[in-house]
T-cell receptor
Framework: AQTVTQSQPEMSVQEAETVTLSCTYD???????LFWYKQPPSRQMILVIR??????QNATENRFSVNFQKAAKSFSLKISDSQLGDTAMYFC?????????????????FGQGTILTVHP | GVTQSPTHLIKTRGQQVTLRCSPK?????VSWYQQALGQGPQFIFQ???????QRGNFPDRFSGHQFPNYSSELNVNALLLGDSALYLC?????????FGPGTRLTVL
């Protein structure tokens, strides 16, 4: 079974600064996906960024980038130029593609989350 | 996007509840998650072609259904206080799951 660990229950950052959220995972699989989701107080879970394990290049989406270290099973999220709207709970998630019943869409295994607060 | 109903629900112990989810247009796979307060979501089960394809570590009191239009229901029987949580539905394409706003279930 896969496990995902987020060791930082809470983080804070000043507006316009950079912050890095940590995530480690445990798996024996070689092919998988990793995700960072954001859940603001409105509770809608929003995908921030995704990484395919077979890709060596780290994913980037505007101000969000990841540091994917496959051998170390580490997947951190860097948020640059933090904005007040980035305040939310951030979840790291793992997915192993599944062919159960003909679908390749596996289940997500989430970490415990990190509460990020951006201060003005 | 993904829609869920109702938004909030209050039930008493022992009752039964049904939660509903309509997937994003073009998505045929629906997954359900339970999120306790302050925790990460836990996978309940996944439906594809109207059949349960994968199941997490949840008792048989949790059951579901998928309809021909891909919408889905989550049923929970004999409610316990510990079933109080946010229930999230997600529909998927190409490995990426899109989440609905959730249903907040409170069991008294």
């Amino acid at each position: 079974a896969q496990t995902v660990t987020q060791s930082q229950p809470e983080m804070s950052v000043q507006e316009a600064e950079t912050v890095t959220l940590s995530c480690t995972y445990d798996t024996s699989e070689n092919n998988y996906y990793l995700f960072w989701y954001k859940q603001p107080p409105s509770r809608q879970m929003i995908l921030v960024i995704r990484q395919e394990a077979y890709k060596q290049q780290n994913a980037t989406e505007n101000r969000f980038s990841v540091n994917f270290q496959k051998a170390a099973k580490s997947f951190s999220l860097k948020i640059s130029d933090s904005q007040l709207g980035d305040t939310a709970m951030y979840f790291c998630a793992f997915m192993k593609p599944s062919n159960a019943g003909g679908t390749s869409y596996g289940k997500l295994t989430f970490g415990q989350g990190t509460i990020l607060t951006v201060h003005p | 996007g993904v829609t869920q109903s109702p938004t909030h629900l209050i039930k008493t112990r022992g009752q039964q509840v049904t939660l509903r989810c309509s997937p994003k247009s073009g998505h045929d796979t629906v997954s359900w998650y339970q999120q306790a307060l302050g925790q990460g979501p836990q996978f309940i089960f996944q439906y594809y072609e109207e059949e349960e394809r994968q199941r997490g570590n949840f008792p048989d009191r949790f059951s579901g259904h998928q309809f021909p239009n891909y919408s889905s229901e989550l049923n929970v029987n004999a409610l316990l206080l510990g079933d109080s949580a946010l229930y999230l539905c997600a529909s998927s394409v190409l490995g990426e799951q899109f989440f609905g706003p959730g249903t907040r279930l409170t069991v008294l």
